[in-house]
């Protein structure tokens, strides 16, 4: 269902003309607001009556989240703080987070984006929504819920974690739409099973996964399993939180709320410009955002940008699910190596789960790769020659993959730490 049909099939000419209304108010707004802005542009020359249209984008200069840290915690704030109603952080774990302010306007947009992609998944005013994104700092919890507001769903806002109550709530409320990362949700199809229950058998329709990366095969995983649409919702909370896209029923890429948030794809490298379908670094520009407005944002996550009208009739441009970060990818023995690359191996093999680690050693000078990975019940209880066949079958198949030498280990069912929000699949215990 597409929730706003006048906005997300604008016309190619149209929405070019709006992108550039847009981005010419911005660099205006930047430059008298953010002193970081007005020095990084007066550094460069480039004055804010530069911008005519969308494509001089290119002339003007990036945001990295170094950036956002040197200027932490108020520093790229474009209002006064009397006019920011809400603050999110971003999830990372390590050293000061990642801030986005939001103005009562910026509530508004991030309601419309994320009502374009509940609906996207089928969400109607008659749908009861499961919340399982965790509610506070980060941008999950409280960005579906605008979401599902504004469309006017009934939101169970449980949040993540006490999964047999998921379970539970999920039957007697009759969710019909459920929101959390795909590593969870697979954990709830776990407990349930345990627990008896058929999901088939709920009225459970479809659901909006994201916050960290996972495959096609997942989602096949997911689907079958839970028997719901399984759809790949991205965002990031210093362009706004979940809501900067969202696949639709054609599962052909994630469509960007492009008349808001414009991407441009670049070799990380060398920070170019690349064409259209090829695969490099996202970068965001958030062209209406009032309290923390970015220009040409660093993300960090790589993707390509998909060329074509979709068939669903939305003219918005779509990207590639994300294959990882730039500081995400692995380089072992000099073989670039994305954990996303090994799930979608192991979600195609018999006798395991998707719940998997990755772990990396240093022996002398060579790096090791082990993939941790769980058995499910049938497969511990077949002989010893079905688990070195399901071994190597793994280690053959990532091994014609990625070109290099890895390890397996099938560990016992369950043993492997479950996540609420996002799952930690790398440990690396390298010390370069
Ligand atoms: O994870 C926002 C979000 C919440 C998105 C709920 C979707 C659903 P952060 O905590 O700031 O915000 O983390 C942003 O998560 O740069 C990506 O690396 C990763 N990420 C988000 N969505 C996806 C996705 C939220 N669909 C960072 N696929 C981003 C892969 C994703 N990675």
């Given at each position: 269902m597409?929730w706003n049909?006048e906005?997300e099939?604008?016309?190619?000419?149209?929405k070019?003309?709006?992108?550039?209304?847009?981005?010419?108010?911005?660099?205006?707004?930047?430059?008298?607001?953010?002193?970081?802005?007005?020095?990084?542009?007066?550094?460069?020359g480039?004055?804010?009556d530069?911008v005519s249209?969308?494509?001089d984008?290119?002339?003007?200069?990036?945001t990295?989240?170094?950036?956002?840290?040197?200027?932490?915690?108020?520093?790229?704030?474009?209002?006064?703080?009397?006019?920011?109603?809400?603050?999110?952080?971003?999830?990372?774990?390590?050293?000061?987070p990642?801030i986005g302010g939001?103005?009562?306007?910026d509530?508004?947009?991030?309601?419309?984006v994320?009502a374009?992609?509940?609906?996207?998944s089928?969400?109607t005013?008659?749908d009861?929504?499961?919340?399982a994104y965790?509610?506070g700092?980060?941008?999950?919890?409280?960005?579906?819920?605008?979401?599902?507001?504004?469309?006017?769903a009934?939101?169970?806002?449980?949040?993540?974690g006490?999964?047999?109550?998921?379970?539970?709530?999920?039957q007697?409320?009759?969710?019909?739409?459920?929101?959390?990362?795909?590593?969870?949700?697979?954990?709830l199809?776990?407990?349930?099973?345990?627990?008896?229950?058929?999901?088939?058998s709920?009225p459970?329709?479809a659901?909006?996964?994201?916050a960290?990366?996972?495959?096609?095969?997942?989602r096949?995983?997911?689907?079958?399993?839970?028997s719901?649409?399984?759809l790949?919702i991205?965002g990031?909370?210093e362009?706004i939180?979940?809501g900067?896209?969202?696949?639709c029923?054609?599962?052909c890429?994630?469509?960007?709320?492009?008349?808001?948030?414009?991407?441009?794809?670049?070799?990380?490298?060398?920070s170019?410009?690349?064409?259209?379908?090829?695969?490099?670094?996202?970068?965001?520009?958030?062209?209406?955002r009032?309290?923390?407005?970015l220009l040409?944002?660093?993300?960090r996550?790589?993707?390509?940008?998909?060329?074509?009208?979709?068939?669903c009739?939305?003219?918005?441009?779509?990207?590639?699910?994300?294959?990882g970060?730039?500081?995400?990818?692995?380089?072992?023995?000099?073989v670039?190596?994305?954990?996303?690359?090994?799930?979608?191996?192991?979600?195609?093999?018999?006798?395991?789960?998707?719940h998997?680690?990755?772990v990396?050693?240093r022996?002398?000078?060579?790096?090791?790769?082990?993939?941790?990975?769980e058995?499910?019940?049938?497969?511990?209880?077949?002989?010893i020659?079905g688990?070195?066949?399901?071994?190597?079958k793994i280690?053959?198949?990532?091994?014609?993959?990625l070109?290099?030498?890895?390890?397996?280990r099938?560990?016992?069912?369950?043993?492997i730490a479950?996540?609420?929000?996002?799952?930690?699949?790398v440990?690396d215990?390298?010390?370069?």
């Amino acid at each position: 269902m597409i929730w706003n049909k006048e906005k997300e099939m604008l016309p190619e000419n149209s929405k070019k003309a709006h992108q550039g209304e847009l981005l010419k108010r911005l660099i205006r707004r930047v430059y008298d607001k953010i002193p970081f802005y007005q020095d990084r542009m007066d550094d460069a020359g480039i004055q804010p009556d530069l911008v005519s249209s969308i494509a001089d984008i290119k002339r003007l200069p990036f945001t990295t989240k170094d950036d956002l840290r040197d200027n932490y915690p108020f520093g790229m704030f474009a209002v006064p703080m009397d006019h920011v109603t809400e603050i999110h952080t971003s999830s990372g774990t390590t050293g000061k987070p990642v801030i986005g302010g939001y103005t009562r306007g910026d509530i508004d947009v991030w309601s419309e984006v994320m009502a374009r992609c509940l609906a996207a998944s089928g969400t109607t005013e008659k749908d009861v929504v499961q919340n399982a994104y965790g509610y506070g700092l980060f941008t999950g919890g409280l960005g579906v819920h605008y979401g599902a507001r504004r469309i006017g769903a009934t939101v169970v806002p449980i949040s993540g974690g006490n999964t047999k109550r998921q379970i539970m709530i999920l039957q007697d409320f009759k969710s019909t739409i459920l929101t959390c990362t795909p590593s969870y949700c697979l954990y709830l199809a776990e407990v349930g099973e345990q627990m008896g229950v058929d999901f088939s058998s709920l009225p459970l329709k479809a659901g909006n996964f994201g916050a960290e990366p996972w495959s096609n095969n997942m989602r096949k995983e997911i689907e079958r399993r839970l028997s719901l649409l399984a759809l790949d919702i991205y965002g990031l909370t210093e362009i706004i939180g979940p809501g900067v896209g969202n696949e639709c029923e054609y599962k052909c890429g994630v469509h960007i709320c492009d008349d808001h948030f414009y991407p441009e794809i670049i070799d990380p490298e060398t920070s170019e410009v690349l064409p259209y379908g090829e695969v490099g670094e996202l970068v965001i520009t958030t062209l209406t955002r009032e309290a923390t407005p970015l220009l040409r944002y660093r993300t960090r996550d790589i993707t390509r940008l998909i060329p074509g009208q979709c068939e669903c009739g939305r003219t918005s441009i779509r990207m590639e699910r994300i294959m990882g970060r730039t500081d995400d990818m692995l380089i072992v023995r000099g073989v670039n190596v994305f954990p996303s690359q090994i799930e979608e191996v192991l979600v195609n093999i018999e006798g395991v789960e998707p719940h998997y680690q990755i772990v990396l050693e240093r022996d002398g000078a060579l790096d090791e790769l082990e993939i941790h990975v769980e058995m499910n019940e049938r497969l511990i209880s077949d002989e010893i020659k079905g688990l070195e066949q399901a071994e190597r079958k793994i280690r053959d198949d990532i091994e014609s993959m990625l070109g290099i030498k890895v390890g397996v280990r099938l560990v016992e069912p369950k043993t492997i730490a479950r996540s609420e929000g996002k799952a930690k699949r790398v440990i690396d215990k390298r010390t370069l």
